[in-house]
């Protein structure tokens, strides 16, 4: 159990177009979910935190308006980077955490997004 | 927020023997600490976690130990195997973050046959 399927595992665009990235929990509804930013061999970054059917809350230093976080149900949000440009270039990865309360946080197989 | 400081960055064990990550952190109203592993490409794996109101855990050949006075937390892997090698990272819930994690820097584990 608690599987957390992200999506695509890979992308590669060109500058100023926009992706969108989605992570789903599969055999769990989760309440939230969070995604982090993560560069070559260096740790994970939270960069914002998704509640389903609110706002999601961004860390410091996170522009809101490129990085589009919907949460629309218990078992899907998506991440949108908008405009992206070569220094959006880097690998994203959510996690999800059970509604029934368990602390225990499980995170997708991530997403490499390449801007050219 | 949640400051979580990894040791070390590096390490070379060889096939058999012990490996030990440390980590601590700064926040004393932290109170729950998980594991991961991350193979390359891929997402981190829970490996093992720990509450604070609990000294130590284990699970098989993974064992995880906390002194909450010295706001400490280690990974023990005894008998290492190849599969092993991978980055480890240790992550910190802190008080108001919502249950979102802190995580130290990353240990790049190699185990050699």
């Known amino acids: 159990g608690a599987v957390v399927s992200q999506h695509p595992s890979r992308v590669i665009c060109k500058s100023g177009t926009s992706v969108k990235i989605e992570c789903r929990s599969l055999d769990f509804q989760a309440t939230t979910m969070f995604w982090y930013r993560q560069f070559p061999k260096q740790s994970l970054m939270l960069m914002a935190t998704s509640n389903e059917g609110s706002k999601a809350t961004y860390e410091q230093g996170v522009e809101k308006d490129k990085f589009l976080i919907n949460h629309a149900s218990l078992t899907l949000s998506t991440l949108t980077v908008t405009s992206a440009h070569p220094e959006d270039s880097s690998f994203y990865i959510c996690?999800?955490?059970?509604?029934?309360?368990?602390?225990?946080?499980?995170f997708g197989s991530g997403t490499q997004l390449s801007v050219l | 927020g949640e400051n979580v400081e990894q040791h070390p960055s590096t390490l070379s064990v060889q096939e058999g023997d012990s490996a030990v990550i440390k980590c601590t952190y700064s926040?004393?109203?932290?109170?729950?600490f998980p594991w991961y592993k991350q193979e390359l490409g891929k997402g981190p794996q829970l490996i093992i976690d720990?509450?604070?109101?609990?000294g130590e855990k284990k699970d098989q050949r993974i064992a995880v130990t906390l002194n909450k006075t010295a706001k400490h937390f280690s990974l023990h892997i005894t008998e290492t195997q190849p599969e092993d090698s991978a980055v480890y990272f240790c992550a910190a819930r802190w008080y108001g973050s919502g249950y979102a994690l802190n995580f130290g820097k990353g240990t790049s584990l190699l185990v050699t046959p």
């Open positions: 926040d004393s109203a932290s109170n729950y």
């Open positions: 996690s999800a955490r059970d509604r029934q309360g368990n602390e225990k946080l499980f």
């Open positions: 720990i509450r604070s109101n609990v």
